[in-house]
Every structure is written in structure tokens, then in C-alpha cells.
């Protein structure tokens, strides 16, 4: 189903001077109501020529925009390659790949696996390689971070029919925790990048990630993004049995269930008001519900900070990354303050100014806000890949 035509949002627009290098590498971030597109020039990988993002955009007609916009600036002709982000690789893609009809049948058959991201992707793979036929394009998976996870972290307790079919625990944000371990090993070095890391990615979408040698070991979000934590509008874990009592109490569908538990819950259904952290902290000294839904994110963070430093068998580096995670630290404080006994200490200075370091200099475990950039990413891979072919 193709949505309405796309109303342009310039979110944090930065054209910076013409560069010397030309512009190679496009990079496409769709989500279910958003497209982010960065265009990248081989010197620079880190800041791109331009960003944007399409609001509320069908895959089609955000395509066709976004090539009228590129046409304008007269920058079309420059583009070597589109890099993707997908959110689903499946139990097939482990790595960036160049897209082909092959790919795109296996995304069209696990298009179950994520049905609110996937077939606007797939769309929006189409539509480009349709206007841009000789233009490389690369698909990036959200999930290939996680997809060497231990099996034991993998595993879903269900029946082994479900196994055998592909439903087990796959993870999400697996762009922005590779960018995240790639700025911590150029921030602080080697050595702290192969220790035992958990990264925070907190904002309307939250999940966290145990990650030692640079593997992912375990993560909060399980076979879909609506598992872990809770979130904006998302529950996190749940108990299951409640699907059950409400089909019984309020006669609520599998359709129904699943739109609350995406679109009604988190921090939207305790507060009734708002999924914006901002708007809660703001609320939160007269409003009960506000507090609540605060103190219920900052507790059950917390507790999956405790849980993942048992996979890792201790702590050295806590990243903060996300909305959240890089720009509240009222949220960092109060997550902090949980976890002493971990060796965790922030200083409060240093977290106010949001400070790339924010934990006390003598502090056991050394905690960190470092801004994610999953567009950024998705421009490094695609180059990667195609520097490799």
C-alpha cells in the first residue's frame, strides 16, 4: 500500500561548501513513517553534503522527490552507489550485500518477519533501482550485528518446528552499534573496543547490546523490535499470557494486540500523554503518570544493564547513544545511580555538559555518550563492500 505524498522535513539540514571530492555514496534510511537520506563524498565519510528526511513518505513518491531534489542541486550524475538500510537480514545475511533479484525474493520471503518496515523498503530498493538502473545499490541489514550471537542468546523456548522455520532472537540497531564500536575504538582505542562493552541506544525505539571482541554476545530486542526494554510507544517484554486474557476480557484480535503493543504502550500508555522524553521530564513534577513512565524506563534499563554484564562476566565500557542516551542526562543520572555496584559512577558536571566521558576519572567502569549516526554507517558499509568486490 503506497502512502500519501511525502511532506519534506529538513532535520538537521547541513550543506556544508562544495567539496573537491565528488559525491559518491547515497544513503537511504527508511523507517515505517520516515525516510533519512545522507549524501556522502569518498573524502569525508563522516560528514555528508547534504541531509534531509522525508516525513510520512510512500516509498514510491519519496523516491521520485528525493531524485527531483538531487537533479536540482545537479548532484544525480555524481552518485557511485546507494547504500540501504534493511531492517531484516533474516537468518541468511550476516554482512552488507550488493542487491540483486535473488536478495530482493529473499526479502519478499521473510517480508512476515518485519511486515511494517520491509515491504516500504523493498519499495523504496525498486523505485531506486528503477530510476537509477546502472547505479550500484547495497543492502545494510539491521540484524547482521547480532546475527553470530552464542546460540544459547538465540534461541527462543518454543517448539522446535519455530526454530526450524527461522523464529528466534535476532536483534535490531545493528547499524548503529557498529558505528558506536567503530567510534569507540577511534576515541579511545583498540584495546577498550575488545573489552567487555554494553551500548545504551535509547530514544522512541530503546534496546541494549553485550558486546565483547566486538561481537554482539546478547541484546534486548528479540524477534521483533517490540521486545526488551520499554520504549516510546512500545511495551518491551511482556507477558505473554496477557494476549490471551484480553482476547477473553476485551475481544481483542491478534491485529488489535499487536497494534497496542507498538503503537499504545511504552511510555505513550503509562504517561497518557506523550512517548517524548522531554515532554515527561517536563511533566514529571506534577504529573504522576510522567513519573511513572519515567521511573518504569530508568528501572527496567537499569536491570538490563545488571542482566548483560552477567553475559559479559563484568563491565568495563557503558555507552550511552540515541535521543535519550546522548542528550538526557537526568535519564543517564538516574540509570547511573542503579548501577554503583557495578563500579558505575557519573560525574555530574561532565553528564550535564553531556560530555563524550561522563563517568568519574577513578571510576571501575568507564561510561560514555557518544551520538550514533546509522546514516553514517550504512556509507562506510556500502563503501567497504564495494572496495572488496
Same mark, same amino acid.
Given at each position: 500500500?503506497? +502512502?500519501?505524498?511525502? &511532506?519534506?522535513?529538513?532535520?538537521?539540514?547541513? @550543506?556544508?561548501?562544495?567539496?573537491?571530492?565528488?559525491?559518491?555514496? /547515497?544513503?537511504?534510511?527508511?523507517?515505517?513513517?520516515?525516510?533519512?537520506?545522507? /549524501?556522502?563524498?569518498?573524502?569525508?565519510?563522516?560528514?555528508?553534503?547534504?541531509?534531509? !528526511?522525508?516525513?510520512?513518505?510512500?516509498?514510491?513518491?519519496?523516491?521520485? /522527490?528525493? #531524485?527531483?531534489?538531487?537533479?536540482?542541486?545537479?548532484?544525480?550524475?555524481? #552518485?557511485?552507489? #546507494?547504500?540501504?538500510?534493511?531492517?531484516?537480514?533474516? !537468518?541468511?545475511?550476516?554482512?552488507?550485500?550488493?542487491?540483486?533479484?535473488?536478495?530482493?525474493?529473499? +526479502?519478499?520471503?521473510?517480508?512476515?518477519?518485519?511486515?511494517?518496515? /520491509?515491504?516500504?523498503?523493498? @519499495?523504496?530498493?525498486?523505485?531506486?533501482?528503477? &530510476?537509477?538502473? &546502472?547505479? &550500484?545499490?547495497?543492502?545494510?541489514?539491521?540484524?547482521?550485528?547480532?546475527?553470530?550471537?552464542?546460540?544459547?542468546?538465540?534461541?527462543?523456548?518454543?517448539?522446535?518446528?519455530?526454530?526450524?522455520?527461522?523464529?528466534?532472537? =535476532?536483534?535490531?540497531?545493528?547499524?548503529?552499534?557498529?558505528?558506536?564500536?567503530?567510534?569507540? %575504538?577511534?576515541?579511545?582505542?583498540?584495546?577498550?573496543?575488545?573489552?567487555?562493552?554494553? +551500548?545504551?541506544?535509547?530514544?522512541?525505539?530503546?534496546?541494549?547490546?553485550?558486546?565483547?571482541?566486538?561481537?554482539?554476545?546478547?541484546?534486548?530486542?528479540?524477534?521483533?523490535?517490540?521486545?526488551?526494554?520499554?520504549?516510546?510507544?512500545? !511495551?518491551?517484554?511482556?507477558?505473554?499470557?496477557?494476549?490471551?486474557?484480553?482476547?477473553?476480557?476485551?475481544?481483542?484480535?491478534?491485529?488489535? =494486540?499487536?497494534?497496542?503493543?507498538?503503537? @499504545?504502550?511504552?511510555?505513550?500508555?503509562?504517561?497518557?500523554?506523550?512517548?517524548?522524553?522531554?515532554?515527561?521530564?517536563?511533566?514529571?513534577?506534577?504529573?504522576?503518570?510522567?513519573? %511513572?513512565? #519515567?521511573?518504569?524506563?530508568?528501572?527496567?534499563?537499569?536491570?538490563?544493564?545488571?542482566?548483560?554484564?552477567?553475559?559479559?562476566?563484568?563491565?568495563?565500557? +557503558?555507552? =550511552?547513544?540515541?535521543?535519550?542516551?546522548?542528550?538526557?542526562?537526568?535519564?543517564?543520572?538516574?540509570?547511573?545511580?542503579?548501577?554503583?555496584?557495578?563500579?558505575?559512577?557519573? %560525574?555530574?558536571?561532565?553528564?550535564?555538559?553531556?560530555?563524550?566521558?561522563?563517568?568519574?576519572?577513578?571510576?571501575?567502569?568507564?561510561?560514555?555518550?557518544?551520538?550514533?549516526?546509522?546514516?553514517?554507517?550504512?556509507?562506510?558499509?556500502?563503501?567497504?563492500?564495494?572496495?572488496?568486490?
Amino acid at each position: 500500500m503506497r +502512502l500519501a505524498c511525502p &511532506r519534506l522535513i529538513v532535520a538537521a539540514m547541513t @550543506e556544508a561548501p562544495p567539496p573537491r571530492a565528488t559525491p559518491r555514496v /547515497l544513503a537511504l534510511n527508511a523507517g515505517s513513517s520516515s525516510i533519512k537520506f545522507a /549524501l556522502y563524498g569518498t573524502d569525508d565519510p563522516r560528514r555528508p553534503q547534504l541531509a534531509e !528526511t522525508l516525513e510520512h513518505a510512500g516509498a514510491a513518491s519519496a523516491a521520485d /522527490l528525493l #531524485i527531483e531534489r538531487l537533479e536540482r542541486r545537479e548532484l544525480l550524475g555524481s #552518485i557511485d552507489a #546507494i547504500g540501504h538500510r534493511v531492517v531484516h537480514g533474516g !537468518t541468511r545475511y550476516s554482512a552488507p550485500a550488493l542487491i540483486d533479484d535473488e536478495l530482493i525474493r529473499e +526479502l519478499r520471503r521473510i517480508g512476515e518477519y518485519s511486515p511494517e518496515h /520491509l515491504p516500504l523498503e523493498i @519499495e523504496l530498493i525498486e523505485r531506486m533501482r528503477e &530510476r537509477l538502473p &546502472r547505479v &550500484r545499490q547495497v543492502a545494510c541489514f539491521d540484524t547482521a550485528f547480532h546475527h553470530d550471537m552464542p546460540r544459547v542468546a538465540q534461541l527462543l523456548p518454543l517448539p522446535r518446528r519455530l526454530d526450524a522455520k527461522g523464529v528466534r532472537r =535476532f536483534g535490531f540497531h545493528g547499524l548503529s552499534y557498529a558505528f558506536l564500536m567503530e567510534e569507540l %575504538e577511534r576515541l579511545a582505542g583498540p584495546a577498550v573496543a575488545r573489552g567487555r562493552t554494553i +551500548l545504551a541506544h535509547l530514544g522512541n525505539g530503546s534496546s541494549l547490546a553485550a558486546v565483547r571482541d566486538g561481537r554482539s554476545l546478547d541484546t534486548t530486542m528479540a524477534f521483533t523490535p517490540a521486545a526488551g526494554v520499554p520504549m516510546g510507544t512500545r !511495551t518491551g517484554d511482556i507477558d505473554p499470557g496477557l494476549a490471551w486474557f484480553l482476547a477473553r476480557t476485551e475481544n481483542m484480535n491478534a491485529e488489535q =494486540f499487536h497494534h497496542m503493543v507498538n503503537r @499504545e504502550a511504552g511510555m505513550l500508555g503509562v504517561s497518557e500523554t506523550s512517548s517524548d522524553m522531554r515532554e515527561l521530564l517536563a511533566r514529571e513534577p506534577t504529573d504522576v503518570r510522567a513519573a %511513572e513512565a #519515567i521511573g518504569i524506563y530508568c528501572y527496567q534499563i537499569a536491570k538490563a544493564i545488571g542482566a548483560l554484564t552477567v553475559v559479559l562476566g563484568g563491565l568495563d565500557t +557503558l555507552v =550511552f547513544s540515541g535521543g535519550i542516551g546522548e542528550r538526557a542526562p537526568q535519564i543517564r543520572s538516574r540509570i547511573g545511580e542503579r548501577l554503583g555496584f557495578l563500579g558505575v559512577t557519573i %560525574e555530574p558536571c561532565a553528564n550535564d555538559a553531556n560530555a563524550q566521558v561522563i563517568s568519574t576519572p577513578n571510576g571501575a567502569v568507564s561510561v560514555r555518550a557518544i551520538p550514533t549516526d546509522e546514516q553514517a554507517m550504512i556509507a562506510r558499509a556500502t563503501l567497504r563492500l564495494l572496495q572488496e568486490a
